[in-house]
Structure formats: structure tokens, C-alpha cells
């Protein structure tokens, strides 16, 4: 399984690399949202000929392009539009803004700081398995 990651803070982007291999899954790594969005671009073109990732977990507020437009834009690439999405943001969100994007097809937002890695991978796993069986 590869989990793409995107994340502008290189300490949290690295740390989460890091996790997400020792849980054993491969990692695509951006460093921002607009490196995400390029990506998608060779992908819609068929350029990109590596594997495509089974899951994302994006920060929200990124330079470039935030979480929530790499999801909607994700949503909308035919080869990974199903994959399982979640945000990641440091910020409180209103409740308009939570259910906005997660009407726009994110299934899942958590707050940093993150959860201890095992409650983390628990997380992140059952909402894997719920968008599996949706």
C-alpha cells in the first residue's frame, strides 16, 4: 500500500515519513500542495508511470495549493478519485468550514498536535477500511 503525504512543515513531513514506513507502508512525499498538484498533472497525462497511491494525508494550509483543493482535485483524477483522504490542520475549523470539505469528498480531518502514533495508525486505518466498504 502506498500512503501519498503532503506537508509543508519538513519536521512533521519527515516524522510522518518515517511512521508510515515503520507501519509498513511505501510513501510518495510532497513537500507542498503546488508539488501535489504538478504531480497530478503527470498522472492525468500519463506521464507518471510509478505506482499510485492508495491513500492521502494532506495538511491544509500549504503553500501553493491547500489540502482541500489537492482533495478536490484528487476526487476528480479518474485513476485515484476513490482513494481514502485525510486532512491534517493545526487551525480550528468552524463547523461550516469542517462540513464544507468534507462534503467535497474529504473522509476524514484531524487536529495537530497528532494523536500518539498508535492511536494515529488506528485512526488512519479505520478510515481506510470504512472508504473500502462504502
Known amino acids: 500500500m502506498i500512503w501519498l503525504i503532503a506537508e509543508d512543515e519538513a519536521d512533521i513531513r519527515n516524522l510522518m515519513d518515517v511512521v508510515c514506513r515503520s507501519w509498513g507502508y511505501d510513501t510518495l512525499v510532497f513537500e507542498d500542495g503546488q508539488k501535489v498538484w504538478n504531480w497530478l498533472d503527470q498522472v492525468e497525462a ?4 510509478e505506482s499510485l497511491p492508495d491513500f492521502a494525508l494532506l495538511d ?3 503553500p ?3 489540502g482541500d483543493e489537492v482533495a478536490a482535485r484528487l476526487r476528480e483524477t479518474s485513476v485515484v478519485s ?6 491534517m490542520t493545526a487551525f ?15 473522509d476524514q480531518i ?12 488506528i485512526l488512519l486505518h479505520e478510515v481506510i477500511q470504512k472508504k473500502l466498504h462504502d
Open 82 to 87: 476513490d482513494i481514502p483522504i485525510v486532512l
Open 60 to 62: 491544509i494550509r500549504m
Open 92 to 106: 480550528a475549523l468552524d463547523e461550516v468550514q469542517r462540513q464544507t470539505i468534507l462534503d467535497n469528498g474529504v
Open 46 to 49: 500519463n506521464t507518471y508511470s
Open 64 to 66: 501553493g495549493k491547500r
Open 110 to 121: 484531524i487536529g495537530k498536535p497528532l494523536p500518539d502514533f498508535d492511536q494515529l495508525h
